[in-house]
């Protein structure tokens, strides 16, 4: 199984702030990753497939890179609604594997 | 709207079955592979399984491999997940997502239904 590590496990950020989280994966899955957003109590919403295209809808201060092993999502400018937990997935192979999720909290 | 509705949760005893529903409404429910995964409460995502658009090619989960069958009936725009054997650590909730195909992520998501398996 494809095993996805992502870091840090939570950061504390303010308002405004440039945020970066990462997501390695233990072998290359080329860009068949995926970034889901999470809210207490809500079901995940999905922001970025294909490791850079953003679903309509999604806020253009979301953003992804990467290929290979390596991946980022990138929010520009937090913004208060954007406090909760993030989950990448890898899509090349079965099982569709996460990440253990990273909790983006107020500083 | 696209909305996907899952019922069939509940509480079991270590060894039992449950069968879950997700009913979707909203969308060509022939045309996307459907997908389930669960949460254990107060941890990440897991995913557990997924579906073609016909139905006819499925994967699991290692761990549930054997125990669990994931189905559709296209004509009722439902999926299905038997679960048999149950076992604690297969607690949490179970959401039912559209998606699953490679390369694509899980972009309808429904509330979920709680799976309790306890003595």
């Known amino acids: 199984d494809i095993q996805m590590t992502q870091s840090p496990s939570s950061l504390s950020a303010s308002v405004g702030d440039r945020v970066t989280i990462t997501c390695r994966a233990s072998?290359?899955?080329?860009?068949?990753l995926n970034w889901y957003q999470q809210k207490p109590g809500k079901a995940p919403k999905l922001l970025i497939f294909?490791?850079?295209t953003l679903p309509s809808g999604v806020p253009s201060r979301f953003s992804g890179s990467g290929s290979g092993t390596d991946f980022t999502l990138t929010i520009s400018s937090l913004l208060p609604e954007d406090f909760a937990t993030y989950f990448c997935?890898?899509?090349?192979?079965?099982?569709?594997?996460f990440g253990q999720g990273t909790k983006v909290e107020i500083k | 709207e696209v909305q996907l509705v899952e019922s069939g949760g509940g509480l079991v005893q270590p060894g039992g079955s449950l069968r879950l529903f997700c009913e979707a409404s909203?969308?060509?429910?022939?045309?996307?592979?459907m997908s389930w995964v669960r949460q254990a409460p107060g941890k990440g995502l897991e995913w557990v399984a997924h579906?073609?658009?016909?139905?006819?090619?499925?994967s699991y989960l290692d761990s549930v491999k054997g125990r669990f069958t994931i189905s559709r009936d296209n004509a009722k725009n439902s999926l299905f997940l038997q679960m048999v054997s149950l076992r604690v650590d297969d607690t949490g909730l179970y959401y039912c997502?559209?998606?699953?195909?490679?390369?694509?992520?899980?972009?309808?998501w429904g509330q979920g239904t709680m799976v309790t398996v306890s003595s």
């Open positions: 997502a559209r998606g699953g195909s490679r390369g694509l992520g899980l972009d309808v």
């Open positions: 909203g969308l060509i429910f022939s045309s996307p592979w």
């Open positions: 579906i073609k658009q016909d139905g006819t090619e499925q």
């Open positions: 072998r290359t899955i080329d860009t068949y």
């Open positions: 294909a490791a850079s």
């Open positions: 997935q890898q899509s090349f192979t079965d099982p569709r594997t």
